[in-house]
Structure formats: structure tokens, C-alpha cells
């Protein structure tokens, strides 16, 4: 779909003027519901794509002389995919703690054919024979390995401190994000480290705007377009990720990040003169102080 939509004028011009109406109705008219129905993929993680950004972790940890063997591993939103807690426990994690505020598809026969298919992607990948983080029988998690919390990070009890903590195109749906980003500075140990995978485009970028989201004040935004239990997008910026990650404690080592052409549109006054505004994906490196 977005290749015809990017090459369509009328399309994109459609989408530009009344993406109001769409995202309206699909977070607070509850229409995700029936795109879920016509399209239950869109909803399931890509293990494939997931998996390929543990090599990415697991060579910026190297690089700064981290150290995955023995080490507590805590993943923030996996959604429906375990790989990269399998790929942490097979470089010698000694555990991997998954928290998720709105886990999917659970006891499913949806997720459990989702999890066996991921297993022999896992297995296949990587040439693993034996398989002793799931029970693929019955799906359930080995709890000795893996410990799956559904809760809120900021208010479920976690047993212990860890090692390092991640996520994958979680933190830009997070609401109240300062408090999350302290609370995990009080879960890692001293020199812990944590790698975010933050997408910073509107969720309507295959539609030809990568940043249509500009349009809206913050209480337009949040009273009609999203919703925390759908897909909400907080709309916070580089910068501010930056700055949120420095007062809280973590020394920045490094980074990427991908910019995105922002088209000429009227954007909101809260985002004027802001000069990150191009920035459409990010990736941190950070070490606790």
C-alpha cells in the first residue's frame, strides 16, 4: 500500500487534509478493531526484523566492552515476540525479564502458532537443536529462563535489579515517558547499559508524510486522535530524548539516527522552531552514571 500511496498526489492530498477523520475514528471509534479483523498481521511482530537488531545490540555492547554472558536482561514491550530474549539467553543471559503494559494475543490459538513458527525460525537461524526457553507444547514460557510480566514497568514489582535493559519501537507510545526513563534508571545496576529503538514518524507515514502528525496541539492530539490502549504516539522529539536521558542519569554512547524529508505543511506552534524536526528514527546507547 505505500508504495501506491506515495506515488499517488490525490491519495496523499486526501490523507493530508482529513487524516483528522481517519485517526479519529480509528482510536476513539474503536475501527482498529475491524482493520485487525481484515488484517491480523498488522498487529503481530516481524521476528525477522527483530532479530536482526540483536546483532546491532549485541555489537554496540561489545564495542563499549559489555558483556552479555551472566548478565539480567530486561525487554520493554516485546509485544507478541520472544526472539530476542532467546537470542539474549543463547549468548549466555542469565535470565531475561519481559515486561509489557498491553501483552497480545495471549493463550491464543493465534499467539501459540505464532510462537511455534518463531521457535523454528529461531532454531533454523541459528542451527539450535535444543529448545529450553519455551515449552513447545504448550507454549508456556519457561520460567526458569524467561519471566513475563503484564503491568505497567512503572508499577509492577520486579524481583531484583538488572543488567541491561531495551526496547524495540516502544518508547515513542509511552505516556508520562520521564517517569518510565527514571524508573529505569532505579532497575539497572551501577554501569548497567540500555539500547531504544525509537521510531519517530507519524503512524500514517506510508501515506507520503512522515511527520503529518505536526498538525495537531497537544490537547487535540490527546483528547481526539489517540489512545493508549491502540497506538498512542506521544510525539516527543530527539531532543527531548536526549535531554529526558541526560537528566535521569545515563551518559549517551552512542547513537544513530535516520532523517526524514519534512514536507511543506503548517505544523503547530508547539513544534515551531524546533530544529530535530526531520529526525525520523533514532537509536541509543546509554550507561548508567
Known amino acids: 500500500m505505500g508504495a501506491v500511496t506515495r506515488g499517488n498526489p490525490l491519495v496523499r492530498f486526501l490523507i493530508s487534509r482529513f487524516d483528522f477523520l481517519f485517526r479519529f475514528f480509528y482510536c476513539r471509534m474503536k475501527f482498529y478493531r475491524a482493520v485487525d479483523f481484515l488484517m491480523p498481521r498488522l498487529y503481530s511482530s516481524n521476528y525477522e526484523s527483530l532479530n536482526s537488531y540483536f546483532e546491532i545490540m549485541a555489537g554496540a555492547l561489545k564495542k563499549h566492552k559489555f558483556k552479555i554472558k551472566g548478565k539480567r536482561v530486561l525487554e520493554l514491550g516485546p509485544g507478541n515476540s520472544y526472539i530476542n530474549a532467546y537470542n539474549f539467553l543463547r549468548s549466555g543471559a542469565s535470565g531475561v525479564v519481559l515486561v509489557d503494559k498491553f501483552p497480545r494475543y495471549t493463550d491464543t490459538a493465534r499467539q501459540k502458532s505464532y510462537i511455534k513458527d518463531e521457535i523454528v525460525y529461531f532454531q533454523t537461524k541459528h542451527g539450535v537443536k535444543r529448545f529450553e526457553y519455551v515449552d513447545e507444547a504448550t507454549c508456556c514460557l519457561n520460567p526458569e529462563c524467561i519471566t513475563f510480566i503484564a503491568g505497567d514497568l512503572c508499577e509492577c514489582d520486579i524481583d531484583g535489579k538488572v543488567d541491561f535493559i531495551y526496547s524495540i519501537a516502544v518508547l515513542h507510545h509511552i505516556k508520562g515517558l520521564d517517569r518510565y526513563i527514571r524508573r529505569m534508571h532505579e532497575l539497572l545496576n551501577p554501569g548497567g547499559m540500555m539500547f531504544h529503538v525509537i521510531d519517530l514518524k507519524d503512524k500514517l507515514h506510508f501515506f507520503g ?29 530527539y531532543g527531548e530524548y536526549r535531554d529526558m536521558f541526560a537528566a535521569s542519569g545515563f551518559e549517551l554512547l552512542w547513537e544513530d539516527t535516520i532523517s526524514r524529508e519534512v514536507p511543506p505543511f503548517r505544523i503547530n506552534k508547539k513544534f515551531a522552531g524546533r530544529n530535530d524536526l526531520n529526525i525520523g528514527d533514532a537509536r541509543f546507547l546509554l550507561r548508567k552514571k
Open 209 to 237: 508524510n512522515p511527520f503529518l502528525f505536526y498538525k495537531y496541539s497537544d490537547f487535540t492530539w490527546e483528547h481526539f486522535l489517540t489512545d493508549e490502549a491502540v497506538t498512542y504516539t506521544n510525539r516527543v522529539r
